[in-house]
């Protein structure tokens, strides 16, 4: 570390000039391929990395320290700024991390409104990732026809809950709002847009593309023993050949109710990796369909009956006098979810995104810790980035699609 | 008579508590109940001391000794297949206690388990590191220590990861304030225009909820605006609130959202 006085003051930047070859170059944080604040040192030889050194934290909001000091329902809507491409992810995870906690079950519609949102937000993240990707790469084209579906799919996220990014479109106990009218025609039409345009589109434009294939081909090959010495999750370690997916192997919600594959790419390199997105987008689409099908079989209750921890719906609160009651002290005062700790570990659309929660009783969780896919991925950056090109640094840096709001929280 | 806020603890407290209020705890399970976790556990107490194992929600939780904390995570890796270090931090006990704990979850792929390996440490100690074991450890720790300032000894590159390499405190302790301390009110300042410039900026303000009532630069109350920077500490006149005619669209009349992207 520097010793900062007033004739040299600190720098934030490292020395620039070497007495050997090697030229010292700062990657991000504002450079558009860094996928948000990500400041990447690296210690180039020609054009070959020598050495790699992600420096992350310019987006730090200290959302653990908030969580400690706001009741539990107070911080749901936080964790929408943890990984903003896919918040119902979060709000989930966050949600279920608690509803475990307090042992709650929540009903079954609110399951396969959920389980849909989930869903929903891995399509409008794989679409955001093959859009982000491809422009980072250079098929500028792919982000225009990308992101003209993800707008769809923010519609009707957007008819859900209101929102098209900060989402908080789950509830601990249940989700807040039946599904409304037509939306189920809406979502329908949107899953065969996708895999229409999957098939037609995307996979047209990049599956056999030279480029692409090029510039993705044994690039940024990952290991099966380092993927799970670095923490990989999600499809970096899926796409190392480890089929390992919460969703079918700790099955959270209906997943355990629903047909659908799990795709594994054993290549190790990038382009097994986009090729396994694609896959996987097929799949939640898959995973839609069937869950249209489940809402109409269900009971309209959308909130878990348990007044303690949970408010009682709003017709009663407006109409009753003990529900009204149990409202004004949940929410002056929060839920007080019993002494004890959780780990509860969903499948985001990143990776294992899981919320450590120690309470001590209190309405404020004692220390809540977010176990975020990005931030691993981001230290695996040091090794994998090792000599490699400065071209295909971009190109890994894409294909482990990191967010920076959950690396840095 | 001032309220009394303790000093070692400042994290928010509950405004009320019923008297009579007895705090409930999750329900444990014995280890025995699941047979893969207890023979992990026998293998495990064979090597190490072992305080205390319980099941929670399903996961097993293992409490050790600090100095074993290398020891035991290498065997749980090496015999009973805990390949994966999911996550790794600490819990600030020192008001209570003096002590840190800090948790290993591991994550079993083969057996779908997750183990929780659990250790308190006393403040000023430092902790073994696990990087030779999981890489992933390598950025935890790092965090363990900018967050908590929590020492590990024979980590490859310990330093700071998500706060400024020249930053004073370490946030998540239970003594620092959520708003920052007096050293980070004055950081950016510092840093940026020098220790001269504090009487010409003040510290930053770190509350990003608070309201100047008589700041008229960056806020103005509806339907009492004023010119920018004027000066209202002696009032502002009322000015009639205008609303504008387009925003009365009636949007419950029909969903035509839906219907037009039909």
Redesign the interface.
């Given at each position: 570390?520097?010793q900062?006085n007033k004739l040299s003051p600190?720098f934030?930047n490292l020395n620039f000039e070497r007495d050997d070859n090697t030229m010292v170059i700062n990657f991000g944080p504002q450079h558009p391929s860094a996928h948000g604040q990500l400041r990447l040192v690296l210690e180039l030889n020609g054009e070959q990395v020598v050495k790699a050194y992600p420096d992350?934290?310019y987006l730090?909001r200290?959302i653990?320290?908030?969580a400690?000091?706001?009741t539990y329902n107070e911080f749901l809507p936080t964790t929408d700024r943890l990984d903003y491409i896919a918040s119902t992810a979060n709000n989930y995870a966050y949600a279920l991390a608690v509803e475990?906690?307090i042992?709650l079950e929540v009903p079954r519609r609110a399951k396969v409104i959920r389980t849909m949102l989930l869903e929903i937000n891995r399509l409008l993240s794989h679409l955001f990732f093959i859009a982000t990707h491809a422009l980072d790469v250079g098929a500028m084209s792919v982000f225009l026809y990308a992101f003209r579906e993800r707008e769809?799919g923010m519609?009707l996220m957007e008819?859900y809950c209101g929102a098209r990014l900060t989402h908080s479109a789950v509830r601990i106990g249940g989700v807040p709002l039946d599904i409304?009218?037509?939306?189920l025609?809406?979502l329908k039409?949107w899953c065969d847009k996708v895999d229409y345009e999957l098939e037609n589109t995307y996979n047209a434009l990049l599956e056999k593309n030279r480029i692409w294939k090029m510039r993705l081909e044994n690039v940024g090959v990952l290991s099966p023993e380092?993927a799970?010495?670095?923490?990989c999750?999600g499809p970096m370690l899926r796409g190392s050949g480890?089929a390992?997916d919460i969703r079918k192997?700790?099955p959270y919600e209906l997943y355990d109710e629903l047909d659908f594959d799990i795709p594994v790419a054993d290549t190790n390199d990038s382009y097994g990796r986009y090729r396994l997105y694609m896959a996987e987008m097929k799949e939640s689409t898959k995973i839609l369909r069937q869950l249209i099908d489940k809402y109409g079989e269900t009971e309209p209750q959308l909130m878990a009956h348990a007044p303690q921890y949970i408010s009682a719906p709003k017709e009663q609160i407006m109409t009753q006098n003990y529900a009204l009651m149990q409202h004004f002290v949940l929410v002056t005062?929060?839920m007080?979810p019993?002494?004890?700790?959780?780990?509860?570990?969903t499948e985001s659309p990143k990776g294992?995104l899981?919320f450590?929660i120690?309470?001590?009783?209190?309405?404020?969780a004692?220390?809540l810790?977010c176990?975020a896919p990005s931030?691993?991925h981001?230290?695996?950056l040091?090794?994998l980035l090792i000599g490699t090109y400065l071209p295909d640094v971009v190109t890994i840096i894409g294909s482990t699609n990191i967010v920076f709001g959950e690396v840095?929280? | 008579m001032r309220k009394y806020v303790p000093k070692d603890n400042v994290?928010?407290?509950?405004?009320?508590t019923d008297r009579f209020?007895v705090?409930?705890?999750?329900?444990?399970q014995d280890v025995s109940t699941d047979e893969i976790f207890a023979k992990q556990l026998d293998i495990l107490s064979s090597k190490v001391e072992i305080k205390s194992a319980y099941i929670?929600?399903g996961?097993m939780?293992v409490e050790i000794n600090h100095q074993d904390n290398y020891r035991a995570i290498e065997i749980l890796k090496n015999e009973c297949g805990y390949?994966?270090?999911?996550?790794m931090?600490a819990?600030?006990y020192l008001a209570k206690d003096g002590t840190f704990e800090i948790?290993y979850?591991l994550l079993n792929?083969k057996e779908?388990k997750?183990v929780?390996v659990v250790c308190r440490i006393e403040q000023g100690l430092a902790i073994e590191s696990v990087v030779p074991l999981?890489?992933?450890a390598?950025?935890s720790e790092r965090?363990m220590f900018d967050?908590f300032g929590i020492v590990v000894n024979n980590h490859p590159f310990l330093?700071?990861?998500?706060?400024?390499?020249?930053w004073e405190g370490h946030?998540?302790l239970k003594t620092?304030p959520?708003q920052g301390d007096e050293f980070a009110s004055w950081y950016e300042v510092d840093?940026i225009f020098g220790k001269d410039a504090r009487e010409v900026i003040g510290p930053e303000n770190r509350d990003p909820a608070r309201i100047d009532r008589y700041d008229t630069k960056r806020f103005s109350r509806v339907g009492r605006e004023v010119p920018f920077g004027a000066d209202i500490s002696g009032g502002e006149p009322e000015t009639p609130i205008e609303y504008s005619s387009t925003l009365l669209v009636d949007y419950n009349a029909s969903?035509t959202?839906?219907?037009n992207?039909?």
């Open positions: 570390m520097q900062p600190f934030e992350i934290g730090h200290g653990e320290k908030m400690e000091n706001m475990r906690l042992g769809f519609d008819d409304p009218d037509g939306w025609t809406a039409e380092d799970l010495s670095w923490g999750t480890i390992y192997e700790e005062q929060g007080r019993p002494k004890g700790e959780v780990y509860a570990p294992e899981g450590y120690k309470s001590e009783g209190e309405p404020y004692y220390r810790k176990r931030f691993f981001t230290g695996l040091q090794e840095d929280r | 994290q928010k407290k509950a405004y009320y209020h705090v409930p705890s999750v329900p444990t929670q929600i996961q939780r390949e994966m270090l999911s996550e931090s819990v600030d948790f979850q792929l779908r997750r929780r999981y890489k992933s390598n950025f965090e967050m330093k700071r990861i998500l706060m400024p390499d020249d946030p998540l620092y959520l840093k969903q959202q839906l219907k992207r039909k």
